[in-house]
């Protein structure tokens, strides 16, 4: 039995619809932006393996720094326990954080470093004797699929099962120039019961890669923190260089209270997720009565090995060249976009840093079950390309180490397919 039958036999796979999905194709190797299957054959990851991936594969310093971990501790419990990497990898990012940043609190991965920031956010409140239960978040925002960070998602097919259950959200548009205004009148109507407002900076992933400007962000944080909110700014996805900065939130004045991390945290090499804040929240926590502590943790809290591949992506991440490389997909994307943006079939383009994003014009059928999306992601597997489209729009997320052939070849396969489908 091939190992695509044993999967099937035994493995139920994410956002899969086993009946009808076709069989996963089993990967055994990878290196630099590319990934290989038993056949040999290549595929570029042009989604960086879900939008983890900054280095590329098998990176031999992340591999050799996990390694040498790994016969040192692999791990320990981390209530009454400490260990060297955790304390490093918080103060490295205490220091290229926005500066009210001042304690890290791990955890897992994005959705539980979310789960962890509305805790926070909660408690701090019903620790200071005020009730405010009421969160602000944005409309088609992504902020994971545990049930906390689902409630703080907007409603759409991922959640329709759980709707009744979801606590009640006060979900807005996205800021421009002509609803800022009522935005900000909207928040300041609900400011009384109001504990947070949790945003995607900049960029909407999962929604399908929505973008917006940093300045009506900064008006609506900066409006948030007049009304005595507090601030969550998840860069589950969009920390570790993705727009162009290295945080999402270095493209605004204002300063979250509150940060989720994971996806890039360790190169996409293991799971590790962290949230930060600010010395006042913490201090909220402070008590000599127990019941204002923050009961959380997770049995792999700040796992040595995971913080090690963090450590060791830090590095990379801080390396001059890599950089240089987000500049330079930043400016090849661009060009790109230039090239196609009037083509008929491209409805808009819309790019942030390293994402680039393209909806195709469909007319009035844009659901995300549209068989568009599945055509196009067949057409560019079989051209040895991971693209998986949210609904209509085609978006490349790469390795920071993608080749410009690479890029260009992927280019390529997007205009003939604007050609041939
Ligand atoms: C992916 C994502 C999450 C959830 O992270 P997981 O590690 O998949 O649980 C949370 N927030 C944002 C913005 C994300 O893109």
Request: glycine share 6%; proline share 4%; with cysteine.
């Amino acid at each position: 039995m091939d190992l695509t039958d044993r999967d099937l036999k035994v493995i139920w796979h994410p956002y899969t619809q086993m009946k009808t999905a076709k069989p996963p194709i089993p990967i055994v190797r990878g290196e630099g932006a590319l990934l290989f299957d038993e056949n040999g054959k290549k595929y570029i990851d042009a989604v960086s393996s879900w939008w983890v991936n900054i280095h590329g594969h098998a990176h031999p310093y992340i591999a050799k720094k996990v390694s040498e971990q790994l016969y040192k501790l692999e791990h320990v419990i981390f209530a009454g326990f400490t260990h060297e990497g955790a304390v490093e990898l918080a103060e490295r990012l205490l220091q290229i954080l926005p500066k009210n940043q001042q304690k890290v609190f791990y955890s897992d991965n994005g959705s539980t470093a979310v789960e962890v920031a509305i805790k926070m956010c909660l408690q701090y409140w019903h620790n200071k004797g005020e009730n405010r239960t009421k969160i602000i978040a944005f409309k088609n925002a992504y902020h994971g699929d545990t049930f906390g960070a689902m409630a703080v998602s907007g409603r759409s097919a991922f959640t329709a099962a759980f709707d009744r259950l979801l606590f009640e959200v006060e979900f807005i548009d996205l800021p421009n120039e002509d609803n800022i205004q009522n935005l900000t009148s909207y928040i300041s109507h609900l400011k009384s019961k109001t504990a947070c407002f949790i945003f995607e900076p900049l960029v909407q992933g999962a929604g399908g890669m929505l973008m917006y400007d940093a300045a009506y962000l900064n008006e609506l944080m900066a409006h948030c923190r007049k009304e005595g909110m507090l601030l969550i700014a998840d860069e589950v996805f969009t920390g570790f260089g993705r727009t162009g900065k290295n945080f999402a939130c270095n493209h605004v004045q204002e300063q979250p209270d509150i940060m989720c991390f994971s996806k890039g945290l360790t190169g996409g090499t293991m799971a590790l997720g962290l949230t930060t804040c600010t010395q006042t929240i913490y201090d909220a926590f402070l008590s000599d009565d127990k019941l204002k502590t923050l009961f959380h943790g997770h049995s792999f809290t700040a796992n040595p090995v995971a913080i090690a591949a963090a450590l060791a992506s830090l590095d990379l991440f801080l390396d001059p060249s890599t950089l240089k490389n987000i500049k330079r997909i930043a400016a090849k994307h661009m060009a790109f976009g230039k090239k196609i943006t009037n083509h008929p079939k491209v409805k808009t383009i819309r790019q942030t840093g390293t994402i680039f994003a393209m909806e195709w014009e469909t007319g009035s059928n844009t659901s995300y079950f549209n068989s568009l999306r599945d055509i196009l992601y067949q057409y560019f597997l079989d051209a040895g390309i991971i693209l998986r489209p949210l609904g209509n729009t085609i978006y490349i997320l790469p390795p920071y180490c993608i080749t410009d052939d690479e890029l260009n070849y992927i280019y390529a396969k997007i205009e003939q397919a604007l050609e041939a489908l």
